[in-house]
């Protein structure tokens, strides 16, 4: 079927256009009559499917010619469905069971066949509802590490590290909503923004006229377009992470390309940061003072299990070209690898924090906000949760260099809360 013309699935015609995929009837069961078809895409680019049949269920994600928020007037190209699915296989090699299984890719048809993850919930929603997770922290700063420092040059040969910077190099188009959406549109009058309205109208005007923030944003915009460290994610919120009690699950890598590490880094905690700040638009169903508590001590969490692992892995992984051991242990002098590890950590610190802040930003000014804040319906509730999180986000920006801990953003959090 890969050579046929692309054509978008339906609930109606996919057991038919699929009923003959072998991995599918493996993993399912054969009589597709017997298939049961829902969609339950609630992102902004693609359809995802629920297969359920006779002996299991899975999920076919497909990719669409055009960005499904928006609709046929702003093209995308169906590529991304390939970069999705060589990210996914890189992040399980990198970092085992991290990721949903794959069973199937149609690169014509743009579609990924992969394990359906139930009963997952998007972790988002968990924390919208209240719900604190115990094991996310650990699990995420595992991820973190393990597949950012597994798909950089401190551990791949430099040859294999370029191949696969070749490939990723081309989904130049999810690079660009990156560029613009995150880094540019909220500070200016970009055509697809949108703000709670006139509640954030002054902050708004504000922030445009903030010159240090704006070149502090262009800053990290050339951070990140210059700096083709490691096989980034991409898009790694918490809306891309599902999670049980015990299980946490990356998913949605399509915008995967060669980053820096920070930018990752940076994007996650953001979220836990927005998180905490719509928490004062939860409370008609209770007091949410241990939430917040519980998701500051989740950015502590996960920022320690990810500098752990890293420096674990620093210690005994590092095969790559950089800061190799010859010069290092290899000579007896492994306070030069040590000395060498803090650097690298702290210019990833600083610059995790000015990705964050921008993250911050460009949730609530730019095209795809958060339900986190979204489903607050009272609006002056909702401005009010904004306004807070756009100061913080201001300050991390522009201050990323004086700020020395974990502790003291979160004490900043409280203060500004
Ligand atoms: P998009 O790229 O359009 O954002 P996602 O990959 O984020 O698409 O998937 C959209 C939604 O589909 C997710 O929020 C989740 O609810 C559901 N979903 C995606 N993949 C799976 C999976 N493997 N198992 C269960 N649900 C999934
Ligand atoms: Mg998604
Ligand atoms: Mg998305
Ligand atoms: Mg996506």
Not at 378 to 391: F, G, I, P, Q, V
Request: with cysteine.
């Amino acid at each position: 079927t890969g050579k046929l013309q692309f054509e978008a699935l339906s609930v109606e015609t996919l057991p038919t256009r699929l009923g003959d995929n072998e991995a599918l009837r493996a993993k399912i069961g054969k009589d597709t009559s017997a298939w049961k078809v829902r969609e339950v895409g609630d992102g902004n680019l693609n359809l995802v499917f629920i297969v359920e049949g006779a002996s299991g269920a899975a999920v076919v994600k497909q990719a669409l010619p055009y960005v499904r928020l928006v609709g046929d007037s702003w093209p995308l190209p169906l590529k991304r469905s390939f970069f999705e699915y060589h990210a996914l296989t890189r992040q399980e090699a990198r970092a085992p069971g991290s990721v949903p299984a794959i069973y199937h890719f149609d690169e014509g048809q743009a579609l990924i066949i992969m394990e359906y993850l139930s009963p997952h919930i998007i972790l988002r929603r968990a924390l919208i509802e209240g719900r604190q997770l115990p094991n996310i922290a650990r699990d995420i700063g595992l991820f973190m590490a393990r597949t950012l420092f597994r798909g950089s040059d401190l551990h791949m040969a430099a040859k294999d590290r370029k191949a696969d910077l070749a490939l990723f190099a081309d989904n130049v188009e999810l690079c660009d909503i990156t560029e613009n959406l995150v880094f540019s549109d909220p500070y200016f009058d970009a055509r697809m923004n949108r703000h709670t309205s006139p509640q954030l109208d002054g902050i708004v005007a504000e922030l445009r006229a903030d010159r240090d923030l704006k070149v502090e944003a262009q800053r990290l915009k050339h951070i990140f377009a210059a700096n083709a460290e490691t096989l980034l994610h991409g898009d790694l919120h918490s809306g891309s992470i599902m999670v049980t009690d015990s299980q946490t699950r990356m998913i949605d890598p399509e915008f995967a390309f060669y980053g820096p590490m920070a930018f990752d880094v940076g994007m996650l905690l953001a979220n836990f940061w927005m998180s905490f700040f719509s928490q004062r638009g939860h409370e008609q169903i209770g007091k949410r003072d241990a939430m917040r508590a519980y998701l500051l001590e989740v950015t502590v969490e996960t920022w320690s299990v990810f500098r752990a692992e890293f420096s674990h892995l620093w210690r005994t992984e590092r095969t790559g070209m950089l800061y190799q051991k010859s010069l290092f242990e290899n000579q007896d002098d492994r306070l030069g690898a040590e000395q060498a590890l803090d650097h690298v950590l702290h210019q990833m610190w600083t610059d995790l924090l000015g990705f964050a802040g921008i993250e911050i930003h460009r949730r609530i000014l730019g095209l795809a906000h958060n339900a986190d804040f979204e489903t607050i319906a009272d609006e002056d509730l909702r401005a009010s949760c904004e306004a807070k999180a756009l100061k913080f986000g201001r300050h991390l920006a522009v201050n990323r260099r004086q700020i020395h801990s974990i502790d003291e953003v979160n004490h900043l959090a409280a203060l500004i809360e």
